[in-house]
């Protein structure tokens, strides 16, 4: 989980906030005049700015943030004509950009994760720092952080924290988490963070003990590995041939999610141990990037929350776009939040 950075909420939280390899994504994204590129991540609109800054091109943005895409107004007023910000999600890409007039488009740039705004608005309820309600739903629908804590059994509640915050000590928070909300609920973000420093210790200039935790309820409340996996597959898609796809990702699981996809789009007849081999088709993407592409010494030390990112981007070719089912193979279960565990 990204480190919070001071407040990027107002009518100027774009011209604050720094988006992460932005030179990186420009060299990579390469935008040309006349082009349609998909921000699929608004958030403050950095990287759409960038974009329509670098050429005289269209960018069709998503957000599944509707705090987001209230707070575009400006910067859609700035761009007459150019820019468009549409609350959906973003593994949806293909079908906002159709319905925008853009069957298909020459760019798709993805930045994973939750964004600076969410982590400093303590109501959001994505801050173990800041107080608020134990909520982290993106959209404000669905189940919240609060009623996966209240509801999970305890074995379901610690496979969550290991698989998705990949945290070791996982069994002994699920089993402080449980023994705390029998004597209260547990629906403040504060209330929970303090369950779990008295769990995971750490050293001062250690991450915060809650970090991984609130990593894997958020992940798992906005089911953002399965998304991440349903925008690939939709770039993929939606992609013309030699157009660009650019991700940007802050840990392990969604880096190795994209790792994977690439590698098995673009040797597909060398196969993969994650996703299967598809014989008949040949490759859909070609690398560009050798690798991740991570942050300079200078940027991680002027932001931040540029530290843990790494970018891999691709080239779409002629192939039709594979079949999308193989997906499943790349991500980690959700719990099943039946009405077992729904609150009454």
């Given amino acids: 989980m990204p480190p919070s950075r001071p407040s990027d ?19 990579h994204l ?7 590129h998909v921000d699929g991540t608004f958030g403050a609109g950095g990287y759409s700015r960038a974009i329509l800054d670098a050429a005289d091109c269209r960018v069709i943005a998503i957000d599944r943030d509707p705090t987001a895409v209230a707070a575009s107004a400006p910067l859609v007023l700035a761009y007459p004509g150019r820019l468009a910000v549409t609350q959906d999600r973003f593994g949806n890409l293909d079908q906002v950009a159709a319905m925008l007039g853009a069957p298909q488009v020459d760019g798709v740039v993805l930045d994973i994760g939750v964004s600076s705004m969410q982590l400093d608005e303590g109501e959001r309820g994505f801050s173990f720092r800041r107080d608020g309600p134990l909520d982290m739903r993106m959209s404000g629908e669905g189940p919240s952080a609060a009623d996966y804590v209240a509801r999970l059994p305890e074995a379901e509640l610690a496979n969550l924290i290991y698989r998705f915050g990949e945290e070791r000590q996982s069994r002994g928070i699920a089993r402080a988490i449980v023994r705390a909300r029998e004597e209260a609920p547990i629906v403040r973000t504060l209330q929970l963070a303090d369950i779990i420093a008295k769990v ?3 050293k001062p200039h250690e991450p915060h003990p809650a970090t991984r935790s609130f990593q894997a309820l958020r992940i798992a409340v906005n089911d953002e590995l399965g998304e991440l996996a349903r925008a690939l597959a939709a770039a993929e ?4 041939p030699g157009g660009r796809l650019v991700v940007v990702t802050f840990h392990s699981l969604e880096d190795r999610i ?26 859909s993407f070609r690398l560009v990037a050798r690798g991740a592409v991570e942050p300079t010494e200078a940027e ?38 039946d009405a077992r565990h729904r609150p009454h």
């Fill in 200 to 202: 995971v210790r750490s």
């Fill in 30 to 36: 390469s935008p040309k005049d006349g082009e349609v």
């Fill in 237 to 240: 898609r939606v992609l013309k």
């Fill in 258 to 283: 994209v790792k994977n996809f690439l590698n098995a789009r673009a040797k597909p007849a060398a196969g993969s141990r994650h996703l299967p081999a598809v014989e008949s088709l040949p490759p």
């Fill in 300 to 337: 991680s030390r002027a932001n931040p929350r540029a530290r843990s990112a790494k970018l891999r981007a691709a080239s779409r070719t002629e192939v039709p776009a594979h079949d999308a089912s193989d997906l499943d193979a790349l991500l980690p279960p959700l719990p099943d939040f």
């Fill in 9 to 27: 909420t107002g009518p100027d939280a774009a011209e604050r906030h720094i988006p992460v390899l932005l030179a990186e994504v420009l060299a």
